[in-house]
């Protein structure tokens, strides 16, 4: 597969954090190291967006494309858009990098298209031939792919609800490709389900989380709760874009956030590696290759 792929995998949403292609409905209090785009409405209270980003007078990092109701929280170090003015029912987050007037009335994204992109994309990774093996013990999974540059898996989305762990073993170096089946996937961490997900049997590196994501092409509705505040955490990022996401006790997911709509509470973030030597690091966005494909062909 090495000479046959495109960079920015996920296209325009590859830069964003959090990339909603309808509504992001009563999100409480997010915490999203990165940038955040929103195709429809926002109703957002006591976000914090951007803090792992460095400091921009241009750029933007919280977009809607629909009515705006932000109330509260911090855009850390760039601006705020809409697409317009009309639309915006409320707005008191404070914007630190300097810049006045906010939130600004402009067009950046066009989510249609994004759309069609990312939908081709699900289902052309669907396509994939698995070339890996599932164990599963005492509802303990371990994922286990021996090639050292692209491994696909097949997971079904009961699997997830019922399990206990997850250990994804691969080459450190290997990009890894989980295809979850079903309609309505649950995951959920409890007493009695830690619901520990690791690479080879530890917690995984930043590099390690930037080369993988999950892929939910038949996804319509997805659960995830966390047992407290912040204590579930899952690497790797999500691509489901027909999926409304509900999230309980923030969650968190390190990696690109791609979903039709999403409520609830949800984090993507990591102080331990908000700077290095002064300067701000990249956030946990996949940012490998992926195959080649003929997007009309999986519209």
């Known amino acids: 597969m090495g000479d046959n792929e495109i960079s920015k995998s996920l296209g325009i949403a590859s830069v964003y954090n959090m990339f909603i292609l309808g509504n992001a409905k009563n999100l409480e209090g997010p915490h999203i190291n990165g940038r955040v785009a929103i195709g429809g409405d926002a109703t957002i209270n006591e976000a914090c967006i951007g803090e792992s980003l460095s400091p921009s007078k241009a750029r933007a990092d919280l977009i809607v494309g629909g009515k705006m109701t932000i109330t509260n929280g911090s855009n850390k170090n760039g601006n705020s858009i809409i697409y317009n003015k009309d639309n915006l029912i409320k707005y008191t987050m404070k914007n630190c990098n300097s810049s006045s ?12 298209s994004a759309g069609r992109f990312l939908k081709s994309t699900s289902r052309f990774l669907a396509t994939l031939d698995c070339n890996t093996v599932i164990l599963i013990e005492d509802n303990n999974l371990k994922l286990i792919g021996t090639d050292d540059y692209f491994n696909i898996f097949y997971v079904d989305g009961y699997c997830l609800e019922s399990a206990k762990s997850i ?4 080459p450190n170096s290997a990009k890894i490709l989980i295809n979850v089946c079903g309609e309505k996937v649950k995951m959920e961490k409890t007493d009695e389900n830690d619901m520990l997900i690791t690479r080879n049997s530890r917690e995984p590196s930043l590099e390690e989380i930037k080369s993988m994501i999950w892929n939910f092409s038949e996804l319509l509705d997805l659960e995830i709760i966390a047992r407290g505040y912040n204590d579930f955490i899952i690497p790797g990022s999500f691509l489901a874009p027909w999926a409304t996401a509900k999230m309980v006790k923030h969650p968190n997911i390190k990696g690109n956030l791609i979903f039709k709509d999403i409520c609830g509470q949800i984090d993507s973030y990591d102080y331990s590696n908000y700077y290095e030597y002064g300067k701000a690091v990249d956030s946990y966005l996949f940012d490998k290759k992926l195959p080649k494909f003929n997007a009309c062909v999986f519209e």
């Open 167 to 170: 250990d994804i073993i691969a």
């Open 101 to 112: 007037y906010q939130p600004v009335e402009k067009t950046i994204v066009n989510f249609k």
